[in-house]
């Protein structure tokens, strides 16, 4: 569906279970999160849930979100306020200024960016006449929205502004580096729609049937907004995962739909947008001194229990209610969450080790990705840990067998590694043809009896790839990333998270008790 399918199929259970009496409602709706491909740690139970590594005990996405908009329903007139779960917007307003969601149409919250962040994001084009750049908060309109454009086509658009004063737009032709540090867009973020709006997305629903393509509540609702609005975008499929025959028409339906309806942006001149939606960026906002970990306090150990005999905790790694036994050594740069960590265990740098419980010698090499999941087949408990390094792209994926030799796995071809794990290649080897032969869609990773047995495993067979020396995966059910995802057992996933908060918190009554 997407997000802006499934926003769509929200508003339908919405009316089913209130009636009319949901348009008098004001909402908050959070996309959960999709497969998160990008960062597989919050596949399982959506990235609203990603652990933070503050609070105590710790505090997830979803918590931080209603913390940020807190003071946003008392004005906002009913309506929906409409945001993803793996970004966070923090911002300054003076003391007697409030942002008002409260005009009929869009309302879009906007934010000075460089111009390659608004390459991957959506552009506000304002309207110069009633936008000074001046404040850190001002209301305007946007004349034209731009979904995850080019820079020339930002120039072109007249998105670009001059920081300082960024109603002028920067002229054409060339630029000095100076010229260039200064240059703005104003990004998206969260987006509110009143109920007028709300109520024709609805009837378009019922009025589709069935929806057989994925729907953008970014790029395939706002790009229809505003006076500078043209239909080209319908037919450009350059950004979207995978093509869908019904898109473009749904698209055109969509801009039929909302053209001509206005778009207002508040812009927050002095704010930040961070995304926290990949592997890169999880690693960056929260082990290196970026601006998030500053503003918002984040821990090298947020509610855990890490022994002072423990060998060495960088100060750039973050734990995450996890439990590291004496011995063990966690390299700069690494996040291990929800984890036991074995006094044998060395974990390199720059790696994630998520809902993992390692009781083995083990060297686990730099840029690793390791997420344990507990998953239930025939009603019986397993458990599967994938592993892959954390610049694999778990999006990439080819047509033809025959082709497999261009995936990669930890830097090595994936048809060179099941030559080493003795995996056959055949029709059966991919999960799904639907969504592409890729590393989401291989079936490469055994199915264990225990959650220790099933990370060893896993390092077994990233180690025989690092040594090019054969490890055979033979008499294993072996499973994709995507059937780990329709097996999982969330309820034994959690039971072990308990298991660790519990014997945190023992431990820390514990503390007290000796004081």
Request: proline letters at 3%.
């Amino acid at each position: 569906l997407g997000n802006g399918g499934s926003t769509l199929h929200v508003l339908r259970c919405l009316e089913d279970l209130y009636g009319d009496k949901w348009t008098s409602f004001i909402m908050l709706l959070i996309h959960s999160g999709g497969y998160s491909r990008r960062l597989p740690n919050a596949s399982a139970l959506g990235k609203i849930f990603t652990a933070l590594p503050f609070g105590d005990p710790i505090y997830q996405m979803l918590e931080l979100k209603l913390a940020m908009y807190i003071d946003f329903p008392s004005h906002m007139k009913p309506g929906i306020l409409i945001t993803c779960s793996d970004d966070i917007e923090l911002y300054s307003i003076g003391v007697e200024e409030t942002i008002t969601f409260d005009k009929p149409g869009f309302t879009a919250l906007a934010h000075p960016s460089d111009l390659t962040v608004g390459t991957t994001h959506g552009v506000f084009v304002l309207d110069p006449s009633s936008f000074s750049g001046k404040g850190e908060l001002e209301y305007t309109s946007c004349r034209h929205f731009l979904h995850k454009p080019d820079i020339e086509t930002m120039r072109q658009c007249g998105a670009v502004c001059v920081r300082g004063n960024c109603s002028q737009l920067s002229s054409s032709g060339d630029h000095s580096d100076s010229e260039m540090d200064s240059e703005c867009v104003y990004t998206d973020s969260i987006f509110y729609m009143d109920h007028s709006i709300a109520k024709q997305l609805l009837t378009f629903y019922k009025q589709m049937g069935t929806l057989c393509c994925e729907i953008d509540a970014y790029g395939d609702f706002l790009q229809a907004l505003g006076p500078g609005a043209t239909q080209d975008y319908t037919t450009n499929t350059s950004n979207i995962t995978k093509e869908e025959s019904q898109l473009v028409e749904v698209r055109q339906k969509l801009y039929s739909l909302l053209k001509g309806t206005t778009l207002n942006v508040i812009v927050l001149n002095n704010s930040k947008f961070y995304h926290i939606g990949t592997m890169q960026e999880y690693l960056f906002h929260f082990t290196s001194d970026s601006k998030l970990k500053f503003e918002l306090n984040l821990l090298s150990v947020a509610f855990s229990i890490f022994s002072d005999k423990a060998e060495t905790l960088d100060q750039s790694a973050s734990i995450i209610q996890s439990i590291l036994e004496p011995g063990c050594f966690i390299g700069p740069g690494s996040v291990i969450e929800y984890s036991r960590i074995g006094p044998e265990v060395s974990v390199g740098k720059n790696s994630i080790i998520s809902g993992s419980y390692i009781n083995l010698k083990v060297d686990i090499p730099s840029n690793c990705f390791l997420s344990s999941l507990s998953i239930k087949i025939n009603d019986q408990v397993k458990y599967v840990s994938m592993v892959f390094s954390v610049e694999d792209d778990l999006k990439k994926s080819v047509k033809l067998l025959s082709d497999i030799h261009s995936l990669q796995f930890f830097g090595v071809s994936l048809l060179v590694c099941l030559d080493l794990w003795g995996v056959k290649i055949s029709d059966l080897l991919f999960s799904s043809e639907n969504t592409g032969l890729g590393l989401w869609t291989a079936r490469i990773f055994p199915v264990c009896s225990t959650l220790s047995e099933s990370v060893r495993m896993s390092l077994k067979m990233l180690n025989s790839v690092q040594h090019m020396s054969a490890f055979k995966l033979n008499g294993f059910k072996l499973l994709s990333v995507e059937e780990m995802l329709t097996y999982k057992d969330v309820e034994d996933t959690l039971k072990f998270r308990k298991q660790i908060y519990d014997e945190i918190r023992l431990q820390r009554r514990k503390e007290k008790s000796d004081l």
